[in-house]
Nanobody
């Protein structure tokens, strides 16, 4: 089982980034993105079910969109109107049968 996150980088406030997470050998029913800023606890950013139902953390509602492509075993996180407080390491998470799997994280840095 492997979750490979990509797409992080540095962007100015107000900009956009799209993160991708490729799952192998196959995508999980429940997928999510978490983030952890320096000195803070890891928090849920967005989650998606196998049927495409989504939920978002309060701080990103209306700005971030999570989606999935089951054929490509990949989930995405489209991040718009980025703010400096969105700076964090973003982790991809997959869960099946109560077992949680984590990717290696990708760093997003938003400059003011």
């Amino acid at each position: 089982v492997q979750l490979q996150a990509s797409g992080g980088g540095m962007v100015q406030a107000g900009g956009s980034l799209r993160l991708s997470c490729a799952a192998s050998p196959s995508i999980f029913n429940a997928m999510a993105w978490y983030r952890q800023a320096p000195g803070k606890q890891r928090e849920l950013v967005a989650a998606i079910t196998s049927g495409g139902l989504t939920k978002y953390g309060d701080s990103v509602k209306g700005r971030f969109t999570m989606s999935r492509d089951n054929a490509k075993n990949t989930v995405y996180l489209q991040m718009n109107s980025l703010k400096p407080e969105d700076t964090a390491v973003y982790y991809c998470n997959g869960e099946d049968y109560g077992i949680s799997y984590w990717g290696q994280g990708t760093l997003v840095t938003v400059s003011s």
